[in-house]
Each structure stands twice: as structure tokens, then as C-alpha cells.
């Protein structure tokens, strides 16, 4: 089945105010950047991104359009803010945050991309013993102190652990070097990072890709994310942007 779409505002249809969409990247990493320009001029609003490692940190230029434009309603990340404390105050990003405008839910990192892998396993919840005896255990870790929900504890074979649920967006959208019609995804080096679990995880997956091959040229070992887990790939030219004031 040839899964290639003709354009990005194609890619993206189906997407509506009020969706929960999963962004791939590690920072600046595997970021689906031409994918996330068009998703600001498509103008949705309300919008849950559901990230892994603050990818929108990593792409700076979108971010602040996002925010300005005033799309994004919730972030749920285990990398949330800037690195540096004082940058981080003056941007408006953190500014709505620290106002309550935009939610901030944040997971340790591992618990996140566990949280993604189960949903694409058809797993509903799990049990973890990270974040046993910290902050963590309490309650969900947001800005909206409303929506601090108490954590369920077991305790497994000795250990205090902490139920979590398998998240599953609406859409994820990731960035792949090389694809074939079919879908078959292959990341390069850090770009894999969250990439692989959200296309799993997702409803509706969306590639953006670098390289798209003929069936039958990848090689089987090096497939990351089986065609089954994606929906629509567009092929897009390789971006390059400034990492400096990141």
C-alpha cells in the first residue's frame, strides 16, 4: 500500500482544535520541523502535544509561533522548560506556563517512553517503581494544582511501585531518514530517540521523510518502525536550522 501523500497540508488532515498530538525529537534531534510549521499555519488550536525530551525546546522558531498564535493548551514532557533559568523567565513560553495559561504535566523520561510503548502494545496501565519515595509517588506533577491527581501504589515483590497509564495520542508526528511506500521508517543515530515509541502509540501516524526508496531496498534489520504504525508519509527536503540560541 503506497502511504506517500501529496503535500504536508494533506499529511495533517483530519487534525482539529482540541487534539492530543505526539511530537518525536530529543531537543533538536529528529524533530518533524516542516511538519510542525505546518500545523502552525494550519491554525488549530487547544492543542496536548505529548513530547519526550523537550523537542519544542529544540525548535525554537515553532515554539514561539505555537505560543504566539496561542495553539497550545497542555504540554506533557519530562523535559519541559529551558536548561538556563533566567532565559527560560523571559520567554512567553514559560511565562504562560508559570501563569497557569499553559499545563505542564512532566514524567521522568524512561516512564515516559514506557508510557508510549504500552499504548502501542495494547497495554492499558502498568506498574513502575520510578519516582518511588519522591514528588513522584504524591500526585501527577503539573502547574494546574486542580488537576493533581493522587497516585495509586502497589508494592511488587518488596518494592513500592507507582501505577501509570499507557498514553495515546490522536496523532504523532516524526521525522524519519529513509522510508519506503509502505511506510517502513528508519531513523538516523539520536533522530530514533522518541520516534519509534509515539508511532506505535499513536491513532494516526505521520512521517515526515528525508530519503523515500523503492519496496524492497531497506533492509529488514534496519527498519526502526514497521509500516503497520504509520499512516501517511510526505517526503520533505532535509532541513537545516541554527542550534546556536537554543
Not at 504535566?105 to 495494547?122: D, Q, S
Not at 501504589?153 to 509502505?182: N, W
Request: hydrophobic share 40%; aromatic share 6%; with cysteine.
Amino acid at each position: 500500500m503506497d502511504k506517500i501523500v501529496k503535500s504536508v497540508e494533506e499529511a495533517l488532515s483530519g487534525i482539529e482544535d482540541g487534539s492530543t498530538i505526539a511530537i518525536g525529537g530529543f531537543f533538536a534531534a529528529g524533530v518533524p520541523r516542516i511538519l510542525l510549521k505546518a500545523l502552525i499555519a494550519k491554525g488549530v488550536k487547544n492543542l496536548t502535544f505529548a513530547c519526550g525530551s523537550g523537542p519544542l525546546l529544540g525548535a525554537r522558531h515553532e515554539l514561539d509561533d505555537l505560543v504566539n498564535n496561542g495553539q497550545i493548551k497542555k504540554i506533557i514532557d519530562s523535559y519541559g522548560l529551558f536548561r538556563s533559568a533566567t532565559k527560560g523567565i523571559q520567554h512567553p513560553f514559560e511565562q504562560k506556563i508559570r501563569s497557569g495559561e499553559i499545563e505542564l504535566e512532566v514524567y521522568p523520561m524512561g516512564t515516559l517512553c514506557e508510557k508510549y510503548r504500552m499504548a502501542g502494545a495494547g497495554i492499558p496501565a502498568f506498574f513502575v517503581p520510578v519516582g518511588a519515595g519522591s514528588l513522584v509517588e504524591e500526585a501527577t506533577i503539573t502547574n494546574i494544582e486542580t488537576n493533581r491527581k493522587k497516585r495509586e501504589m502497589r508494592v511488587i515483590d518488596g518494592q513500592k511501585c507507582i501505577l501509570e497509564y499507557a498514553l495515546k495520542p490522536d496523532f504523532a508526528l516524526v521525522h524519519a531518514h529513509t522510508s519506503d511506500p509502505e511506510g517502513n521508517l528508519c531513523y538516523r543515530k539520536t533522530a530514533r530517540n522518541f520516534n519509534h515509541v509515539m508511532a506505535m502509540a499513536a491513532r494516526v501516524t505521520v512521517a515526515e521523510v528525508e530519503n523515500v526508496v523503492e519496496i524492497g531496498k531497506l533492509d529488514p534489520e534496519s527498519v526502526h518502525t514497521p509500516g503497520i504504525f504509520v499512516q501517511r508519509i510526505v517526503h520533505v527536503p532535509r532541513y537545516t536550522f541554527d542550534i546556536t540560541n537554543l
